[in-house]
Nanobody, 115 residues
Framework: QVQLVESGGGWVQPGGSLTLSCAAS????????MAWYRQAPEKQREFIAG???????NYVDSVKGRFTISRDNAKNTVYLQMNSLKPEDTAVYYC?????????WGQGTQVTVSS
């Protein structure tokens, strides 16, 4: 039984910042890699950032240097710090991870970047 709940989205002007959170009801959270995905309207969901159980991170080129993924194992939470936001970052953001990837998507959290 896995439940993932994303939060922290909202509206921000270009160049602004947001921090997203993903609360995971997931046993042995610390043992699993976690990741953030996003999906813009009429586009395919894409991977944007991942973090291993050991803390190693990986980013898609379009967000590298602007976004930072982190985790707090004591809180079963993964974060996405987003800086220097661009209009093309507008999307619904989802987290994922655990023993059955792609099977427990939450509702996502909307990020809108516009002036």
């Amino acid at each position: 039984q896995v439940q993932l709940v994303e939060s922290g989205g909202g509206w921000v002007q270009p160049g602004g910042s947001l921090t997203l959170s993903c609360a995971a009801s997931l046993r042995r959270f610390s043992a699993f890699a976690m990741a953030w995905y996003r999906q813009a309207p009429e586009k395919q969901r894409e991977f944007i950032a991942g973090i291993t159980s050991g803390g190693t991170t990986n980013y898609v080129d379009s967000v590298k240097g602007r976004f930072t993924i982190s985790r707090d194992n004591a809180k079963n939470t993964v974060y996405l710090q987003m800086n220097s936001l661009k209009p093309e970052d507008t999307a619904v953001y989802y987290c994922d991870g655990g023993p059955s990837p792609y099977e427990h998507w939450g509702q996502g959290t909307q990020v809108t970047v516009s002036s």
